[in-house]
């Protein structure tokens, strides 16, 4: 029997054999995904941030082909110089018909919205009281005539007497003051009759101004007082009729040089939304100081307004025509564009290429505009699909827009335009 003692702890077993390399692996891992990151960082950046050179677009547009674009050449002719600016419609005489004595409104001679002309009659106020004031005060009148009378006889037979010494000369003295006395009676008599008659003449009320009344402001059978603001009816004057607007203090110093060289300027009425004319009249006048407040000054234009078109207190658009610059460059305001070299233009060269072309721009209206500087007559401008093109970029223009262009009107023979803006 064997006495040595027994080891009864489990063997140790062996690790295996790629138990030793798993900590080098570990390692390398943790460095390739920063590594990784940071070059995919890099390139996404490049991306955003790298600018496009002039090849690379060039390279794009020559994939893609040449953009198709309309063009418009460049003419010369007349740009009328207007100015534009918003106006009330003001009757050049608007009266409220009020009454001059108070008493019983007895009859209304007018219908509501009538054409009326200075004299015709409206109202009649009741005239039975200022009748009978006038015939009492014509009797006052004839009794004093016969006093007066009465006394310039006794005072030719004091006289007489007095000359023979039949009388005291102070007799006669007192006869022909008398006589003075009763004369300024007399006038006093014969002014309060006039009086009398104009109240009674005041009961019949006349149209004072030629015009449209309003809508009737009293009834008959109301009593009515003199002094009353809210009058019986309104005349408002509508041949001819003119138009209140302003303008900017700015265009103050070409106005006055224009009326000064006695120019007579014309003014067009719009309707509200700019677009319908409404009448076409004559500049008046304009007011004698600028408002501080706003910087503008008032203006009047005047309308014949035989249709009526124009009515009082209507909103309406004005244009001034201010002057007429002949010989003007004048292209489709489509063409203009704004960005960082300022306004410009997409000019069309010979070899179908576009080029960016700075430009001063002078009066134009809502289709039209001036090009005082920067561009010469006969040039082509792009009008239509100038938002993708760059400088330099290669362009084709359709058949049908080259012959469209090639048949339309100049803008010059186009006559007056619609509406105009400095």
């Known amino acids: 029997m ?76 007349d740009m009328p110089v207007v100015l534009n600016a918003l106006g009330t419609v003001t009757p ?19 219908q509501e919205g009538q054409e009326v002309n200075k004299g015709d009659f409206l109202a009649q106020i009741d005239p039975r009281p200022y009748q009978a004031a006038l015939d009492q ?11 007066l009378k009465g006394a310039q006889v006794d005072l030719g037979r004091f006289q007489t007497l007095a000359k023979q010494n039949s009388i005291a000369q102070q007799q006669a003295d007192d006869q022909f003051y008398l006589v003075h006395q ?42 009515i007082q003199a002094g009353n603001s809210t009058g019986i009816v309104v005349i ?6 003119s138009v209140i607007f302003t303008l900017p203090e700015d265009n103050l110093p070409a106005l006055l040089k224009r009326v000064n060289a006695g120019a007579t300027l014309q003014v067009t009425a719009y309707d509200r939304s700019g677009k319908t004319k409404i009448a076409t009249g004559k500049l008046s006048t304009f007011d004698n100081q600028i408002d501080v407040t706003t910087g503008t000054f008032k203006l009047r234009a005047v309308f014949d307004n035989t249709d009526e078109m124009l009515f009082p207190n209507q909103f309406v658009n004005v244009q001034l025509l201010l002057d007429t610059d002949s010989g003007a460059i004048i292209i489709p305001s489509a063409a203009i564009q704004r960005g960082a070299p300022g306004t410009f233009v997409y000019v069309v060269k010979p070899d179908n290429t576009v080029a960016v072309q700075k430009v001063t721009l002078g009066p134009s209206d809502s289709e039209r505009v001036a090009v005082t500087g920067g561009l010469e007559p006969g040039q082509k401008v792009v009008i239509d699909g100038a938002d993708k093109l760059r400088d330099g970029a290669k362009v084709s223009m359709p058949a049908a827009a080259a012959a469209s262009d090639a048949g339309a009107t100049p803008p010059a023979a186009k006559g007056q335009p619609r509406r105009s803006t400095q």
Request: net charge positive.
């Open 2 to 77: 064997d006495d040595r003692p027994v080891d009864l702890r489990p063997p140790l077993s062996r690790p295996p054999d790629r138990a030793p390399t798993r900590p080098r692996l570990l390692r390398w891992s943790r460095l390739l995904w920063p590594v990784v990151g940071l070059m995919l960082i890099a390139a996404l950046a490049w991306v955003i941030f790298h600018p496009q050179s002039q090849t690379t677009r060039a390279s794009r547009y020559a994939l893609n082909g040449p953009m198709p674009v309309v063009a418009a050449p460049a003419e010369t002719g």
């Open 92 to 110: 050049l005489a608007n009266v409220t018909v009020t009454t001059q004595i108070s008493g019983q409104l007895m009859q209304v001679g007018f």
């Open 182 to 223: 009763y004369e300024g009676t007399v006038k006093s008599d014969e002014a309060m009759v006039e009086n009398a008659q104009l109240n009674l003449a005041y009961c019949h009320i006349v149209a004072p101004v030629t015009g449209r009344v309003g809508l009737r402001l009293v009834d008959p059978g109301n009593y």
């Open 137 to 147: 005060l014509q009797a006052q009148l004839v009794k004093d005539q016969a006093l």
């Open 236 to 241: 408002a004057q509508l041949k001819p009729i």
